[in-house]
């Protein structure tokens, strides 16, 4: 009777041994970040400048793995599947918690399926146009979308992204019809609005910041409460046309759920590191991208405070994405 009862225990002891042991000696091996969305955006850029600075902390290769498509909802499919090892990391945009309104089902559940390690960072979205096009401003697009119901075109990156529901927000405020083609990755949305394929685009700052300052993208105004120090003379979209307009990225890092908590305290120690250094904050700030770092348990307390608030965002637009 005795001996049934230790043997339980002891493996209990040696489990915890283990695990201790493998939070110390984390990593041993190339850790894998996957970015949501494609080359070239803010999360691409923010993923690879981390990931850069993390190799060399931790000793080990962290390797960048773009897995745009559906919205976001194959990457985040991707690592709530993935082992629960920490080798999988995942950074990612409001879409976690926008599909989950946006779309019938998704294939996760943003609250239960992910660990949370910090909400590393946030920024303005830009309202972009292709420079022929006709409208100058914001009042203008309006003006003109009004004029041609359902016939001005405006791009994302994928359906649920926060450009298409920037958008939207922006489409019921104003009360104008718009056409909606989503793309499957950033580069063909960049391509075509340069191209004059599509006229607008509602992208995050970081990625096409080049593209507005050599002349190829129009900048028209930023979706923040105050302008961005990457774009000081372009309006907000409050300021251009429409009070009371407002929302930002937000950028977290997560890992599949059930990872060691000594494991998660590591890596969000490492990632505010390396935020708090001025070369990291430089970096960000030319980019249009504002550092936050908090811990596990605020992130936590995000993501279930964004929950409600896009469902509504999603409801009032009448956005679907299925």
């Known amino acids: 009777m005795y001996v049934n009862k230790l043997v339980p225990r002891l493996l209990c002891a040696m489990t915890m041994v283990t695990g201790m042991a493998h939070a110390a000696d984390y990593p041993t091996r190339p850790i894998r970040f996957v970015a949501a969305f494609g080359a070239g ?36 499919e991707i690592v709530a599947k993935a082992a629960r090892d920490g080798y999988t990391i995942y950074i990612c945009a409001p879409s976690l918690v926008v599909n989950v309104a946006l779309y019938s089902k998704v294939p996760y559940d943003p609250l239960r399926d992910f660990a949370p390690v910090t909400l590393l960072a946030s920024s303005n979205n830009v309202l972009v ?14 003006a003109l979308a009004k004029a041609r119901p359902g016939q001005v075109v405006y791009g994302t990156s994928g359906s649920g992204t926060s450009g298409h529901l920037l958008m939207e927000m922006l489409r019921t405020q104003a009360g104008i019809d718009m056409m909606h083609v989503p793309y499957k990755a950033i580069g063909q949305t960049t391509a075509d609005l340069i191209s004059g394929q599509i006229s607008l685009w509602f992208p995050t700052i970081g990625g096409t910041l080049p593209h507005i300052q050599s002349g190829r993208m129009r900048a028209l105004a930023v979706s923040g409460a105050k302008r961005s120090p990457a774009l000081p003379d372009t309006p907000t979209v409050a300021e251009a ?9 937000w950028y977290p ?6 990872v060691a908590k000594d494991i998660i305290a590591r890596l969000n120690m490492e990632f505010l590191k390396v935020l708090r250094l001025p070369d990291t904050q430089e970096r960000l700030s030319a980019i249009g991208v504002e550092s936050i770092g908090t811990t596990p348990e605020q992130l936590a307390a995000h993501l279930r405070s964004e929950l409600p608030k896009w469902a509504k965002v999603v409801k009032a637009s009448g956005a679907r994405a299925d």
């Open 241 to 249: 046309a429409l009070p009371g307009y407002e929302a930002s990225t």
């Open 41 to 76: 955006g803010t999360v691409d850029v923010v993923a690879r400048l981390f990931a850069q600075r993390l190799s060399a902390n931790f000793g080990q290769q962290m390797v960048v793995d773009n897995r745009p498509g559906a919205g976001g909802n194959l990457s985040a």
């Open 253 to 258: 890092i997560l890992t599949p759920a059930g």
């Open 129 to 142: 146009a292709y420079p022929g096009f006709a409208a100058k401003s914001v009042k203008e697009v309006i």
